[in-house]
């Protein structure tokens, strides 16, 4: 069947079996590899996208269910050769390693930078917490790192968030 | 220097294995044994057959053909023998991933089961004695009288640790796109630590010459040695592709990898320390029991490190292995040392204990002049300026011993102390540097970036040896049409490749065009030292008391290994090897299903690895070596060591919590919990 998405702010038609994942119809039929499989299961968060400004993982979206909706992947981060704040600070901070996980830790860092309210560490629910170190860990914990670059992850998270 | 290729990776457009855009790309998805061992009766492919999209189906019914030497676990659809539960049994190729998925789930398989067998246990009548270790250790070492030296000691401890499953996890899940050419020649882009070494594997397994494949790996997602040898999707794309007269992509699910992508066997380790009043080691011994499919023999080098680390007049080290019905175990980051040196550090932990001593202490007065169990000089070794560094920044000098008797709350606090350690070796590799028409320079050498950074140390070394600006340097690797090179594994990638390029730019210097170096004889030609990194890992834990929940609240590793060629990659590898340490202490674990066979687990939802909320103050340090004994850069190598002695230091930092040691790994919060009652 057609669809039509909004992809990093280009509408892009495409016939699709709607059995097809987003994540499976950004990386194979759309050519957008920054969208990386870990799972297929939502167990890693290495296919985070924002689907309308937030952040959702695209192995669990079927494409046919977001019709009409806007998705960034991390090729729609940067404007032009301006990287994203949040791209410069990772290679800055060296927040990776092999880089599998990367595209999606910085899509779940973009939508978590607009997220209000309180998480499950957040001492006094009545204040706003702001993004410190523990919240940005907590916040952060669904997109997994097998190289272990939490540390400069969150550094370089932080400096951003600043 | 920033990362090289930080760039594309931040902008989604490095390229990956499975991520090459071809030209009339069609999909395998594999069929997994679901017995652990007897015979395939029949392969019924007729529905998946009649599905829409499907292309073929490859099972043992008509075995497409391999060359002779092709065994073991890349011998795909060969036997129709079952050598465990997962294996792959048949694949379809279809032309979308969805059709080959949904065909796959419709290919019946008959079975005539056999009775199997997949339990490790150290009194098995099937363990033996296999004839070398990985790679190629002796299996036993023996120095004096173990026995006398226990009977003179004045303490003496013996216990038994054990360490589960453990799988790799990388993050990118093992893939390759197959494509033949015209003239019969293969290229493959897969997911492989080493591109010469796959090259030659795929070549042998497929019966073709090695010059008729071609493997590329431009970026790789992560191996922890999972990725070092060519794993079952490489072949099942060439088969699939020359099958179908098509480009086949064949990407395994997390799930597959669990079963076909290997694993570290568990290990159950006997150890006896015996130490005189003044805590010398009066006798040292260490058994490990370990297993090995019935397909290939692999035998993890489990006692290995003890052989190297503490003086002592009584030295004996064993491995037995058994035989299952289970997958063939593998490679994973510190093959031998994670698991070996986990519980040696645990025992000296407890020798340290029983023996009145500070664990730090015991290390330094059993500190050796020579290599144990060799009596060969170290090329360096200083263990104990880390555990003095270490003991420094940790305030260790601050540190009341007694167990259980720290408390904020209804946490317990810890701390605890490890030593670390990692063969420093180099393998023979070759390299090629050229000046380019536009003044600049091009190294090449097919070596991998498995996320360790290797395009960049390289171009660092490079640029040293030619004396020019990094700017001016562009390297070229992750492809087997380049200079052959050994693998991205054994924390020897930099040491073999780097020596390479120093030769290669050497020559290029003088000759002022063209430089090519081949490594094989000047690493014939080392002297004869034990050369191996070194390192004191220290951990702080608080421990609830009321769920047994375990948090690190500071991992510090102090390293000496060698010369760091370049800070901030190598921050990161360590880093990263404490952080996988601390899953290895705290969470990972697959488990064996007794009952049908095979894992359980098998995916990241059951399998933990840690997450960022599990991971907040891990530092790493280093005091840096002059060894002129290692290779041109005076490097060790890294990647490794850092997971060394984690696990140990947090399960001792555990004990010091709540006075309870808990000698099985994962430390998880039932274990905890259930040391009370
Ligand atoms: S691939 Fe979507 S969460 Fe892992
Ligand atoms: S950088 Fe390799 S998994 Fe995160």
């Known amino acids: ?162 | 220097m920033n990362r090289i290729e930080g760039r594309v990776k931040v902008t989604g457009l490095a390229t990956y294995a499975a991520e090459y855009p071809v030209e009339g790309l069609v999909h395998a998805f594999p069929v997994q044994s679901q017995i652990a061992k007897g015979r395939i009766r029949q392969v019924d492919a007729a529905q998946a057959l009649a599905m829409p999209g499907v292309l073929a189906v490859l099972s043992s019914e008509d075995p497409p053909e391999l060359a002779a030497a092709a065994s073991g676990e890349l011998a795909l659809f060969q036997s129709r023998e079952v050598a465990y539960r997962g294996q792959l049994v048949a694949a379809v190729v279809a032309d979308t991933l969805d059709n080959a998925r949904a065909a796959a789930a419709a290919v019946r398989v008959g079975y005539d089961p056999d009775d199997h067998d997949v339990s490790l246990r150290a009194d098995h009548p099937g363990l033996y004695k296999p004839d070398t270790v990985n790679p190629g250790l002796p299996t036993d070492t023996e120095k004096g009288d173990v026995e006398a030296g226990l009977a003179a000691a004045a303490t003496v401890v013996e216990v038994t640790y054990a360490t589960p499953v453990l799988h790799n996890n990388p993050m990118e899940p093992h893939a390759a796109i197959a494509c033949w050419d015209d003239e019969g020649r293969l290229l493959v882009y897969d997911t492989a630590q080493g591109t010469t070494w796959s090259r030659d594997i795929l070549a042998r397994v497929l019966g073709l010459p090695a010059d008729r494949v071609r493997v590329v790996s431009r970026h790789v997602g992560g191996g922890f040695g999972s990725k070092g040898t060519p794993r079952p999707q490489a072949v099942l794309a060439a088969l699939a592709a020359r099958a179908v007269g098509r480009p086949v992509k064949a990407v395994l699910t997390r799930q597959q990898m669990f079963d076909v992508t290997g694993y570290r066997t568990p290990t159950i380790q006997r150890l006896r320390l015996g130490a005189d009043a003044e805590g010398r080691l009066t006798a040292l011994e260490h058994v490990a029991y370990e297993q090995s499919s019935t397909l290939e023999e692999f035998a993890e080098q489990t006692a290995t490190p003890t052989r190297i680390m503490y003086a002592t007049p009584a030295l004996r080290t064993a491995h037995r292995l058994v035989r299952l019905d289970v997958a063939t175990p593998s490679w994973m980051r510190a093959p031998g040392e994670a698991p070996g040196m986990y519980a040696l550090e645990s025992a000296m932990d407890e020798l340290a204990y029983a023996a009145g001593m500070d664990p730090i202490e015991l290390r330094v007065v059993n500190e050796p002049d020579t290599e144990p169990h060799s009596g060969l000089p170290y090329s360096s070794r200083d263990l104990v300026g880390c555990l003095r560094e270490g003991a420094r920044r940790f305030e260790w000098e601050r540190r009341d011993p007694a167990p259980g008797v720290r408390r904020d709350g209804e946490w317990l606090v810890g701390t605890g102390v490890a030593a670390s350690t990692y063969p420093a070796r180099r393998r023979p590799s070759r390299a090629r540097a050229v000046r380019r028409e536009d003044g600049d320079y091009l190294v090449q050498v097919a070596a991998a970036d498995i996320g360790t950074g290797a395009r960049t140390a390289l171009t660092t070394i490079a640029a040293g040896a030619l004396g020019v600006d990094p700017d001016q340097v562009h390297v070229e690797l992750g492809d087997s049409d380049l200079p052959a090179a050994p693998v991205a594994g054994g924390s020897m990638g930099t040491a073999s490749w780097g020596s390479a390029v120093v030769r290669a730019c050497e020559e290029l210097k003088s000759d002022g065009r063209e430089g090519v170096a081949d490594t094989t004889e000047e690493i014939e030609g080392d002297a004869q030292f034990a050369r191996h990194a070194f390192g004191a890992q220290f951990a702080e834990v608080r421990v609830s008391s009321v769920t047994g929940e375990v948090r690190v609240s500071r991992l510090l590793g102090v390293f000496a290994a060698g010369h760091i060629i370049d800070p901030q990659l190598a921050r990161s590898q360590f880093i990263g090897g404490m952080t996988m340490g601390m899953g290895m202490a705290l969470m990972e674990e697959t488990l064996t299903d007794e009952e049908f066979g095979g894992f359980l687990r098998r995916d990241l939802a059951q399998y933990h690895v840690p997450a960022c909320a599990d991971v907040r103050d891990v530092e790493a340090v280093w005091l840096d070596e002059r060894d002129v004994e290692l290779n041109p850069m005076g490097s060790k190598g890294i990647g490794e060591i850092g997971i060394v002695g984690t696990a140990a230091a947090i399960g001792n930092a555990v004990f010091h919590a709540t006075g309870h040691r808990l000698r099985e790994l994962p430390i998880t919060p039932a274990k905890i919990l259930m040391s009370r009652f």
Do not use: W
């Open chain 1, 1 to 162: 069947m057609e669809i039509t998405l909004q992809v990093n702010g280009k509408a892009r038609t495409v016939d699709v079996d709607p059995r097809i994942s987003l994540l499976d119809l950004l990386r194979e039929r759309l050519g957008l590899i920054g969208a990386k499989k870990g799972c297929d299961h939502g167990q890693c968060g290495a296919c985070t996208v924002l689907l309308d400004g937030r952040r959702a993982l695209s192995c669990l979206a079927l494409a046919v269910a977001v019709e009409g909706r806007a998705v960034t992947t991390v090729e729609g981060l940067a404007s032009g050769d301006d990287l994203h704040p949040l791209q410069a600070a990772f290679i800055e901070h060296d927040a990776f390693q092999c880089g599998y996980c990367t595209p999606g830790q910085l899509c779940s860092a973009a939508g978590m930078l607009d997220e209000p309210g309180p998480s499950a560490v957040t001492e006094d629910l009545r204040t706003d917490p702001g993004l410190t170190p523990d919240e940005i860990r907590e916040r952060m914990s669904g997109n997994l790192c097998r190289c272990g670059a939490y540390v400069n992850i969150v550094s370089a998270i932080s400096e951003v968030a600043r």
